[in-house]
């Protein structure tokens, strides 16, 4: 059984950095891993993801040029690097880990979710 952990969230203000991270357990096999995240009172949205082996990249427009997403295949774990942050970045970011290449920017194609973490932007 698969988990994953984040954390790093926390408040910053505008213009600022955050690193988040993701630390998966148990028996963990993965081919995309990606960050979501949903604001208050709208739907979940696709941040980024990572290929597991190859570690090619794709970001949303939104974040694209801010944010960078690594990986260390060693110790199982996925980072977000969000840089000039901005308070529509707000929102509970989650880490999920899928078996498939398909479609990395929704939501159903990942099968294992962290528990999510708050980065809050003040302006």
């Known amino acids: 059984q698969v988990q994953l952990a984040e954390s790093g969230g926390g408040l910053v203000q505008a213009g600022g950095s955050l690193r988040l991270s993701c630390a998966a357990s148990?028996?963990?096999?993965?081919?995309?891993m990606a960050w979501f995240r949903q604001a208050p009172g709208k739907e979940r949205e696709f941040v980024g993801a990572?290929?597991?082996?190859?570690?090619?990249?794709y970001y949303a427009d939104s974040v694209k040029g801010r944010f960078t997403i690594t990986r260390d295949n060693a110790k199982n774990s996925v980072y977000l690097q969000m840089d000039n942050l901005k308070p529509e970045d707000t929102a509970v970011y989650y880490c999920a880990s899928g078996n498939s290449g398909t479609y990395y920017y929704e939501g159903p194609m990942y099968a294992y979710w962290g528990q999510g973490t708050q980065v809050t932007v003040s302006s």
């Open positions: 990572i290929r597991w082996i190859s570690g090619s990249t």
């Open positions: 148990g028996r963990f096999s993965t081919y995309t």
